[in-house]
Nanobody, 126 residues
Framework: QVQLAESGGGLVQPGDSLRLSCVVS????????TGWFRQTPGKEREFVAG????????IYADSVKGRFTISRAGDKNTLYLQMNSLKPEDTATYYC???????????????????WGKGTLVTVSS
């Protein structure tokens, strides 16, 4: 059973940076592709970034490309999302995700993801 636990959310001002963390259960990085999605009330959950477990291919949503960076520390079983130059439109609950199928990430399809964390809220406001 895959377990994911996010942390690091909070209230920041436009232009600030924030790093989210997601602690994953042992072995997750060996068998599952991992990534980040986000969701605002009344909207569908949208893809943010993904990491391919075998090739380490990384993909980003166009809306965050150049500002957000996904990384991971295997020895700490932790996935990160470094968010720079934050904008009010980045306000959302951010979810850590894991799935055996890369297409779930590459097609940016939240409905295909099998494992989710509970989310961490990021609010960008002046």
């Amino acid at each position: 059973q895959v377990q994911l636990a996010e942390s690091g959310g909070g209230l920041v001002q436009p232009g600030d940076s924030l790093r989210l963390s997601c602690v994953v259960s042992e072995g997750t990085f060996n068998f599952y592709h991992t990534g980040w999605f986000r969701q605002t009330p009344g909207k569908e959950r949208e893809f943010v970034a993904g990491w391919h477990l075998g090739t380490s291919t990384i993909i980003y949503a166009d809306s965050v490309k150049g500002r957000f960076t996904i990384s991971r520390a295997g020895d700490k079983n932790t996935l990160y999302l470094q968010m720079n130059s934050l904008k009010p439109e980045d306000t959302a609950t951010y979810y850590c995700a894991a799935d055996r199928k890369w297409t779930s990430m590459s097609t940016q399809t939240a409905g295909a993801i099998n494992y989710w964390g509970k989310g961490t809220l990021v609010t960008v406001s002046s």
